[in-house]
């Protein structure tokens, strides 16, 4: 029995004193709502809103209405403008030449040139910036030189004229116009970085249709709307991102009208789906992520290829997937989401189903019993709940497992050091490619913060990676990822767990609410506030 349950057991005069004072002050907080701002939930404060520095989907969401990049992706995942007015790619797939949009304003007024491009992608890969993506640009021509201060600049990256950009790559690499929709493409005031230092990534200047107001620590971010903004301005006034990292405070909230839209917990989301005055609001969309249970390979006890695969053999991912996350994804083969695979993984080098026995026979005969293993999940209820089921799966197959909870950015901090055994946690599609869940997460460049946060290490794979990566046949590029994906398998760094289904709740009075692929394709632009039933 779980300590809150014995509490709720022994104290439940006391239980239904506090819920009532607790209703209370949530009542309370809706007369402190505005109603032409559209209320949102976060489960942490984000790390930083510098773009360069963001590597988790809660600050690219609020980013992605903050700023802008070259291009963007349109609801069918193609590439179309949104700082560039329009684009051409030589031949060769070497150089990318961009006309920019005259008239847009980053909110301290001034007009974005190219020069403003060129800054900030070099700050990108300039080695005191310390972005975690700089792997975005290393196909530039001169990134090389520019980061082992050979060079002032980097010379793929061209101001033409104040808008003209030029960017040329050393190698063709087919996935490089869909990056430049990412977060840290996007677009810099090089005056308002310089003056604010590190103090830009909690007050950002940038284009975008909204702009922060406020950001108040554990509480909430605000943004209001930007009159200026060079696109189609938002129906809304602005946006307030709450910071609720309970999942049934946010549930009450959500009832109380004091949330707008919310991703529905996996503890709501029976009650929500079989009540027939919700159910009608709720939106599913197919995730591009895959959930996993990263282990760090770079140390004792699980730089032991045969423990990983005891630990993947003794997880019954199915079964959690059908009854405690209830149905809400598709379980993962490997990294890479079903919908981007575009080969079939050979089945023996693929099949990781649940196998007990087979767990406690590699960790007997390795003399493994009794290890411990520190298991690392951020202080969300379902990273929690999924942790606890994992230890209990690992006692059967004779392991000790200790889970600690963290605070979002402890929790980052500390898997991006490696210090955890194993941790829990997911990778959202940047970009819609299947490159994008190899590279990152698996090819020696990127340990730790940049992606290989289990520090994974094999030299056929990265072999693999780049070959795809520079490819220009689509056929050769699909055989180097499926070779690369099956060793990556094989080898067991992650347990494979799902594919999550976005599934979100909206009020009666949202309208136009849509769902999107990729998280920083929404600009908060199409949604309307209607009239609330107070």
């Avoid at 209320?39 to 809103?49: E, G, I, K, M, V």
């Avoid at 640009?137 to 600049?153: C, D, L, P, Q």
Wanted: hydrophobic share 40%.
């Amino acid at each position: 029995m779980h300590a809150l349950s014995e509490f709720l057991v022994r104290k439940p005069f006391v239980i239904i004193i506090v819920i009532a004072l607790f209703s209370a002050v949530l009542s309370c907080s809706a007369k402190n709502r505005s109603d032409d701002h559209l209320y949102c939930r976060l489960n942490a404060d984000p790390s930083t809103l510098d773009p360069a520095l963001i590597t988790d989907v809660q600050a690219s969401v609020v980013a992605a209405k903050l700023f802008n990049g070259l291009v963007r992706l349109d609801e069918r995942l193609a590439v179309v403008p949104d700082i560039a007015d329009s684009w051409e790619m030589s031949k060769d797939g070497l150089i990318y030449r961009f006309i920019l949009k005259k008239g847009v304003l980053f909110s301290n007024g001034r007009e974005v040139t190219s020069v403003d491009f060129k800054y900030a992608f070099e700050r990108v890969l300039d080695p005191r910036t310390r972005s975690p993506n700089k792997w975005i640009f290393e196909n530039v021509e001169g990134a090389a030189s520019f980061r082992e201060g050979k060079a002032a600049g980097v010379a793929g990256f061209r101001a033409a004229s104040p808008h003209e950009f030029e960017i040329r790559l050393s190698r063709p690499f087919s996935p490089f116009l869909k990056m430049l929709a990412m977060t840290p493409a996007y677009v810099l005031p090089m005056e308002a970085v310089m003056s604010m230092g590190s103090e830009f990534g909690s007050a950002p200047v940038g284009t975008g249709p909204y702009i922060l107001e406020a950001w108040k620590l554990n509480r909430e971010l605000l943004l209001k709307k930007n009159d200026r903004y060079f696109g189609n301005t938002p129906h809304l006034k602005g946006m307030v991102f709450r910071i609720i990292p309970e999942d049934l405070t946010a549930v009450v909230e959500f009832e109380l009208g004091n949330l707008d839209l919310m991703q529905l917990p996996v503890s709501a989301y029976r009650k929500m789906t079989k009540d027939s005055g919700w159910k009608s609001y709720i939106e599913f969309a197919p995730g591009l992520n895959t959930y996993y249970l990263g282990l760090n390979t770079a140390r004792p006890p699980l730089n032991n290829r045969a423990l990983r695969k005891a630990i993947t053999l003794a997880v019954d991912r199915r079964k959690m997937l059908e009854t405690f996350y209830q149905g809400r994804g598709r379980l993962a083969r490997g990294p890479v989401p079903d919908m981007l695979r575009n080969w079939e993984l050979r089945k023996e080098a693929s099949e990781i189903s649940y196998n007990p026995e087979a767990a406690r026979k590699i960790v007997t005969e390795n003399g493994l019993r009794g290890t411990r293993l520190s298991l690392y999940v951020p202080a969300d209820q379902e990273a929690v709940d999924i942790a606890e089921i994992i230890q209990g799966y690992l006692s059967e197959a004779g392991l000790v497992t200790v889970v600690r909870q963290l605070e979002w950015s402890a929790f980052k901090e500390a898997v991006n050091k490696g210090e955890p055994d194993m941790f829990w946690l997911s990778w959202w599609a940047d970009y819609p490619d299947p490159e994008n869940f190899l590279f990152p997460l698996f090819h020696s460049e990127n340990l730790g913060p940049a992606g290989n946060r289990t520090r994974y290490i094999n030299g056929e794979v990265d072999r693999l990676i780049e070959h795809g990566r520079l490819s220009v046949d689509e056929i050769k590029r699909n055989t180097s990822y499926q070779k690369a994906e099956e060793i990556i398998v094989s080898d067991a760094p992650w347990v494979f767990f799902w594919h999550k289904t976005d599934c979100i709740i909206r009020q009666p009075w949202v309208e136009g609410f849509r769902t999107y692929t990729v998280y920083n394709m929404d600009k908060g632009l199409d949604i309307k506030l209607g009239r609330r039933n107070n």
